[in-house]
């Protein structure tokens, strides 16, 4: 108390002033219509911008929950449709879908790409139904495989990995190859095994190929940047731009094979 006291004599001369001018701009405005009707729009202005930017920085805190429940939807709707990409049009056709594999949805918690053997942590485990050896994919393309599970979190053996080999396809003449990661760069990997009969363009698309154990048949890898034809009678190699941006990922899918414990018993049986 004895401290607002003080203020207020130090300060009154300026107190006094603000009162009365407050006092004169209320009776300016109440005096004539013009002058009341331009203090409303200008108090309604100011009022307006104040709810405008409480409702952006209200959208903003809401974006993480938006973006998981549009995650689960595009979950949703990969399981109820097929959607295939045709290169030659640059369209999607979608057809309907077989059921065959669930998607769920993921947020990548952790994630390396400047490392030998590259990881990526994600935020489902075991209590989602997150199994070892799932594929997991992007909105772009294919993203890596699902290694070790704990309750509430899985690891992702990445593209970008030493030991990661994919089963892939050029979708331009069907040539079934292997992808790697050789370059030490997280944009690019490296196609190998490539029959010296066959000539690839820069942009020629990559898919994965039936022969894959992990992945369905037909995902998005990547495009052709380069290619290295060699000596004859050798293999010939590509290097290839990865749909997927692994720097900017912060969404994922583990794909879910409804039919793998069916088609393992079967492997079983036949060896």
Known sequence: MQNLRRFILKYHFIILFILLEVISILLLANSQRFHRNRMVNTTNDVVGKVYEWSSEVGNYFR???????????????????SVVYDTTTCTYDIIKGDTLYKYIPAQVVNNSTNQVNNYIIINKGAKDGIERDMSVISTDGIVGVVTDVSRHYASIMSLLHSKSVVGVRFKNNQEIAGLKWQTNNYRYGMVEDIP???????????????????????????????????????????????????????????IKDLHKPELDSLKARLQ
């Open 196 to 254: 010296t009969h066959i000539v690839l363009q820069k942009g020629d698309t990559i898919v994965t190929s039936s022969h894959s154990n992990i992945f369905p048949e037909d995902l998005m890898v990547g495009t052709v940047e380069e290619f290295y034809p060699t000596a004859v009678d050798a293999l010939n190699k590509a290097k290839i731009r990865y749909a997927t941006d692994f720097s900017t990922l912060r969404h994922v899918y583990v």
């Open 63 to 81: 974006l993480n929950s938006a973006n998981k429940q549009l995650a689960e939807e595009n979950a949703m709707l990969r399981q109820q449709l």
